[in-house]
C-alpha cells in the first residue's frame, strides 16, 4: 500500500502555526507528516516544531535533514551529520527517519537510530539520472545498511530515464518487497508519484508550494491512491 507523505514547507514556528491549520483542513489525505529540519535554524527551534505538531495532529512524523549534496540546505556532513540525526532522535520521538546513504559512515549511530526509528535510506540527484548499474549499486548497499526502507529520486533527462526508473522499481520490488519508493522527478517523471499501477512504498505531496519537482498536493494524491490509514 502507498502511504502518502506530506512535507512541510516550515522553518519557522510562526509559519508553522499557520501550516498546523492547514494541515488540519487536510488530514485525511496523507498518512506521515514529513519535517525538513535543513529549513531550521537550529535544533532547539526544530525540536519545538516537532512538538508543536505532535500536539496538533497525530499522525507519524518522518524527520529528514536534507543535506546540500543531495539538493537540500543543509551544511552538515558524514559524522556531524548523523550525530545531528541521533540528537534529534534522542530530543523528541518520531517514527522515521530519513538516512542519506553517502552520509552513512558510522554504522553504531545507524543502528542507535533503528533501535527507535524506521530508517528511510536514501540518495538523490538533480541533475540527471545515474546508469542502471550505479542505481542497483546503490540500492545494494542500502540492502547491506539493513534500512528499513529505500528511496531514489533522480532527475530525468528523457523519457527513456523515466522507464529505467520504473523498471528499477519493478525489479526491486520483487527482490526486496514494498519498502523501495523510486522517484523520476519534474513533470516529465510525474508518473512516478502518480502512476497505481507502478506505486512505489511512498509517495511525496504538500498542501501547496511545491518541495521537489513535480510534487503535487496531497489531496491529488489521495484522490489517486484512495484509501487513509486513520
Known amino acids: 500500500m502507498t502511504e502518502i507523505i506530506l512535507t512541510l514547507e516550515s522553518g ?8 498546523i491549520m492547514e494541515m488540519r483542513s487536510v488530514r485525511d489525505a496523507f498518512d506521515i507528516i514529513e519535517v525538513r529540519g535543513d529549513f531550521f ?13 505532535r500536539d ?7 524527520y529528514t535533514y536534507r543535506t546540500k549534496a543531495d539538493g ?9 551529520y548523523l550525530l545531528h540525526l541521533a540528537t534529534v532522535q534522542k530530543s523528541i520521538p518520531v517514527e522515521y527517519v530519513d538516512v542519506e546513504i553517502l552520509q552513512q559512515s558510522n554504522p553504531t549511530i545507524i543502528e542507535q537510530l533503528k ?20 542505481m542497483n549499486g546503490i540500492i545494494e548497499e542500502m540492502n547491506a545498511a539493513q ?3 529505500f528511496k531514489i529520486a533522480y532527475m530525468p533527462i528523457s523519457k527513456e530515464d523515466v522507464a529505467r526508473v520504473v523498471l ?41 508550494m ?15 491512491y484512495g484509501g487513509t490509514n486513520d
Open 147 to 149: 534500512g528499513d526502507f
Open 168 to 208: 528499477l522499481l519493478n525489479e526491486t520490488k520483487e527482490k526486496y518487497g514494498d519498502i523501495v519508493t523510486a522517484i523520476s522527478m519534474g513533470e516529465l517523471g510525474q508518473e512516478t508519484r502518480t502512476s497505481v499501477e507502478h506505486a512505489s512504498r511512498f509517495t511525496y505531496g504538500t498542501i501547496n
Open 210 to 224: 511545491p518541495q521537489a519537482p513535480g510534487q503535487v498536493t496531497v489531496e491529488k494524491l489521495r484522490k489517486i
Open 41 to 53: 535554524k537550529d535544533v532547539n527551534t526544530l525540536v519545538r516544531a516537532i512538538s508543536m505538531i
Open 72 to 80: 537540500g540546505k543543509g551544511d552538515l556532513l558524514g559524522e556531524e
Open 115 to 134: 533501535r527507535y526509528s524506521k530508517v528511510v535510506l536514501s540518495h538523490h540527484d538533480f541533475e540527471g539520472t545515474p546508469t542502471d548499474a550505479v
Open 12 to 19: 519557522t514556528l510562526s509559519k508553522l502555526q499557520d501550516e
Open 56 to 62: 496538533s495532529i497525530d499522525k507519524p512524523i518522518l
